[in-house]
């Protein structure tokens, strides 16, 4: 099995720089992209996404203290939500450790061509990081906050429905401000040529 | 068997949300705009039965002067058809000025302007020399033009009879409004006449694309001045305003964009609602990627040069329609390109494979739904165009096909933004041109790659 993942890399190395030669950016970005973020996918193991539950709940401890709405178990990476008489018991999984986006924002953060040298990728990654894990954060504590004043009932669409859907507001506006923005401000402009653009 | 239920609903819904977002946020909107035009058609059909006054007859005598400017590259093949469709339309001839600017043609356009000239007397047509660069054409033809109302097509389109009139009607009526786009669809005939089927099934989809884009899309935006771009194809301007623009500007591929943005400074920018121009539909499938390339790159490059310090700042998303539309058009790309791979990861992760199929169903169908809302709202549009009428239904068919249309769209359109790089050229490079290139490297390689193991070959028996 090792050996085909390391061709795998090889061969996506090896598209990157034939798709750098036939100065085809796009194709040279989407190889990049998705190659590095099923890199990034595959290299998060367990420890890494363990890590990155319980610093997930950890950080939305922070807010369960001061409220006593909720407590956290650093140890089963787990929010024990206080309602009435009831005690639920929220676990973080591997869909909430949020291991897929911080994977898909350094992949596409990594190959995307706007960027003016590498100081200013490794400065969005730098902000755009941490600004997921407190996303993700915010997304637990306002579901945490929300089954502790409306019961078990109101889990499903706190959890599946509002959580999800503020991280992915959340989310977009970091894209907006990191791709969107640049690329416009960076766009250029000026006098084109009317031959084709074959080389 | 309750259990098996939910933990698929609630599979359904960790999925399901992530890919409805995106859709919701085009879903709402489009529902907005569908009940909005709807209520509009209502009202203006209720107004229409309770009007006491009869509808007043035209006085062709006191339409005013227009020119008609069409930029000519090229276009030998088509352009008689193009003057004919201006002298045969029931705007009055001797009141119509049309100019032909040619910018750069290397083919035998200007002799067919003069048979157009000899053959058609009775129409005042004039010829220009520009340089090349449709920008260039039609600002030497605002210079050279004086007429109260300046109007533009492409050669390689007809006009729909009424247009002309119906254009000039509406700029008298509406005196707030100082530029007209027109309806663009492709030439029916064309289409039918197409022998590639899979080119044909292209062609019917874009006709639909077209109809929806303006006689919904641009019809929408209209009505709150917020028209992103005007069809580079066909559209007027009232001379007073145009005159007091910047020009056309030859600094970008979005010429079309950058005037729009203009004008909407100077008043309102709508659409002609009876005024129908017919272009060509495209041929291949390169052609489609070039346009759409072409289109995507100039509209980053107007909301550049129209960017103030703070314009498309995230703040601005309620007050700044633009933020809204880059959001829509750019933003969105890249967690679509993301959830278009991911899915692998969570079938890696056990997430159910059933699950997904159903999920990625129901979006389709979804996006059937809205383009369906989009067709029948553009029937009543096109009512009063017969035969248009009567294609567009019987080609409704093609609207099940239509989300297929928009995905292959959408990577086309990512293609456009990440080869924006180093892309300052008019005609960009086709799908094929970058195959081939990428073909023509592997391929080096491939021969560098045997050579290579020949060697160790040669070696190991010598």
Known sequence: MYWLIVLAMFLWVYLLSIMQKAKWMAMYSVIGVVGLFFIIIYFSNYSMTSFLMKSAAFGAGVFGSLTGFYHISLEYSMIQIHSGFNTINLFITYECSAVIELGAFIALTSFYPFFQDTKERIHWIAIGLPYIYISNVLRLIITATIV???????????HVIIGRIIFYVLTIILYYIVFTRVQILNVRVGKFKFNSGES | MEGLLNSVASQYLFVGVWLLIPVLVEVIPTLFVYIKLLIEIIWEWILKVFSR?????????????????????????????????VIKSTYPTNKIKITLVNNQSTDHSFKKFQEIQNKYNEAMISWLDAAQGKSKALNMAMYNTFNKYFIHVDSDGELEEHALLNMVRQFEREKGTVALTGIILTQKELIKRQKNPAIKLMDLLEYHEYSSAFLVGRNSESGSNSMFTM??????????????????????????????????????????????????PLDSFDMFYRQRQRWQMGELQV?????????????????????????????????????????????AKKFSVKTLIIIYISLYLLYVFISGLFYLLAQIYLRKFKKEYHFFVRSGWVIGLMPLYKFVLSWVLLAALLNGTDQMR????????????????????GRRFKRFMQKIKDNLDN
């Open chain 1, 148 to 158: 502790h004043y409306f019961g078990i009932n109101s889990l499903v669409w706190a």
């Open chain 2, 53 to 85: 006054t009869p509808s007043a007859e035209i006085n062709t005598s006191f339409l005013p002067d227009i020119d008609v400017v069409i930029p000519v590259y090229n276009s030998e093949e088509t352009l008689e058809a193009c003057v004919l469709s």
């Open chain 2, 231 to 280: 069809s580079g194809a066909f559209s007027g301007f009232r001379r007073s305003e145009l005159s007091s623009t910047f020009m056309f500007s030859s600094e970008t591929v979005g010429e079309d964009t950058h005037m729009t943005f203009q004008m909407r400074n100077k008043g309102e920018v709508r659409l002609a609602k009876d005024a129908i121009f017919f272009v060509e």
């Open chain 2, 303 to 347: 909301i550049h040069m129209f960017e103030k310090n703070g314009d498309i700042s995230i703040w601005k998303f309620f007050s700044n329609f633009m933020v809204r539309k880059l959001m829509l058009d750019h933003t969105f790309v890249f967690p679509r390109l993301i959830w278009f791979f991911s899915p692998a990861v969570l079938v």
């Open chain 2, 426 to 445: 008019w005609r960009v490079r086709s799908l094929i041109d970058e195959i081939s290139v990428t073909g023509q490297l592997l391929r080096n390689d």
